[in-house]
């Protein structure tokens, strides 16, 4: 299943609505529950299953201890659990959107949806860097700190000059890899007069319309909720 | 900040169009702005700290960011660099009021260090003061959305959080929480300028 990068981002904008907004009522209710298990859904059947398992487990493990530890819970104690479950399961479904969006679309593909779409250079050419990099600067952390790990620097022996030891070094690399990527960018003619042809090819297929369809009913739904709260409050 | 000649080298001459090498430079940098961004915002687990991490992200990300400065000697790079922070802010899902609080601050960090012909140490700092700034919106949706919102956290979880939350949100701390954005961004400007001193300068990179 290949969806276009335009869907992917109707997608992202109507889960980041809903979840942020949430609204009332059992509709809403329903609905935010729809939106919420949707990116878990999607990752799972993009071949995702153990990321798309465990982010699921920690949502649902952090919604329970909300819902069951916490009114056991007196003062402090209760806050601090509420308010790290409450954030997790705030944020756990929108990063599983965000890594299902970042994993399954490659630079080319995410160019030419720009391009259809007329969104300027000067935005889409650093947003498709964006997320070309993002994996490599993972990689690169890794290996600072096994490198880190293996000198025996740790946040404990070295305090906040750990941010100083770990942030030099990936700065570092990452401005080489800069240019690298720059030269290979420059290379395959980004930056050329013209505008450039692409080998990702993008179009809107039945399962876009479905996503497309889903992600408005729900913004929707969300929009009558808060306009007319009683009209949907059942 | 002093131009060496190996930055000259690396980065284009000031002034004049975007090319596609700034713009890459801009992707780039992003990402480690908000990879140190979203690293201090773990902290945010914590409502105590929920609030105090308006005036931690700063101290940290004017390492990143005055480095990028070396490179952004034209006009515009600053303000990418606010609005792409706001729509990663806004994927990783806190809410589209950063998008625009990082545009105006990223416009007007932008205006400061061009104003300095790119070259000013202390616009740099003064830039990276109001740049900071952009992290407010990411608590506007507690205040603008309250109405729509906060029911929902109360039914969900219950009012001693909601409480605990919100003594810490109530609308008359946001200019506090803008000026310590603006505080500690200066701050993080000086640490930023140590570091690069230290480390970048003499590795010739910045």
Request: glycine share 10%.
């Amino acid at each position: 299943m290949r969806l276009d990068p335009r869907t992917k981002m109707v997608m992202l904008f109507a889960v980041s609505t809903v979840l942020l907004l949430g609204g009332n009522g059992g509709a809403m209710f329903a609905v935010r529950t729809a939106m919420l298990l949707f990116p878990f859904g999607l990752l799972a059947i993009s071949g995702r299953m153990h990321a798309a398992g465990l982010m699921l487990a920690a949502y649902l493990g952090s919604y329970a201890l909300a819902a069951f530890a916490a009114p056991t819970l007196e003062g402090i104690a209760n806050a601090i659990t509420v308010a790290t479950a409450t954030v997790v399961s705030r944020f756990v479904p929108t990063l599983a959107l965000a890594y299902f969006v970042f994993a399954t679309t490659t630079v080319s593909e995410f160019m030419a949806a720009m391009g259809r779409m007329r969104i300027p250079d000067w935005i889409a050419i650093p947003l498709s860097v964006l997320f070309r990099f993002f994996p490599t600067l993972g990689q690169e952390a890794r290996a600072i700190n096994a490198a880190m790990r293996m000198r025996n620097i740790t946040p404990i022996s070295r305090g906040a000059s750990y941010v100083e030891n770990c942030l030099v070094p990936l700065m570092s690399c990452a401005v080489s890899i800069g240019e690298d990527l720059s030269a290979a960018a420059l290379a395959r003619g980004l930056g050329a007069p013209w505008p450039r042809t692409n080998t990702g090819s993008v179009g809107f297929a039945l399962v876009d319309a479905v996503v497309i369809a889903v992600s408005l009913a729900a913004t929707a739904a969300l929009a009558l909720s808060l306009a007319f709260p009683e009209a949907i409050a059942w | 900040m002093k131009t060496t000649g190996n930055a000259s080298a690396s980065t284009s001459k000031t002034g004049g169009r975007l090319t596609g090498k700034d713009l890459i430079n801009v992707g780039i940098f992003t990402a480690i702005y908000f990879v140190v961004v979203f690293a201090v915002a773990c902290l945010g687990f914590i409502p105590i700290l929920m609030a105090a991490i308006c005036g931690i992200i700063p101290l940290i990300a004017g390492i990143p960011y005055m480095l990028f400065l070396t490179r952004a000697r034209k006009f515009g790079m600053t303000t990418i660099l606010g609005l792409l922070t706001g729509i990663i802010m806004f994927i990783t899902g806190m809410g589209y009021f950063s998008i625009a609080t990082g545009l105006v601050f990223g416009l007007i960090a932008d205006l400061i260090w061009k104003s300095g012909s790119y070259a000013s140490a202390s616009r740099a700092i003064l830039s990276h003061g109001v740049f900071s700034c952009w992290i407010i919106g990411n608590f506007l949706p507690f205040l603008i959305t309250a109405n729509t919102y906060l029911p929902t956290v109360r039914a969900q979880y219950g009012d001693a959080y909601v409480n605990e939350l919100m003594t810490y949100l109530q609308p008359e701390m946001y200019p506090v929480l803008l000026v310590a954005c603006f505080a500690t961004g200066i701050i993080g400007g000086f640490i930023g300028r140590a570091i690069l001193k230290k480390h970048f300068v003499r590795a010739g990179i910045a």
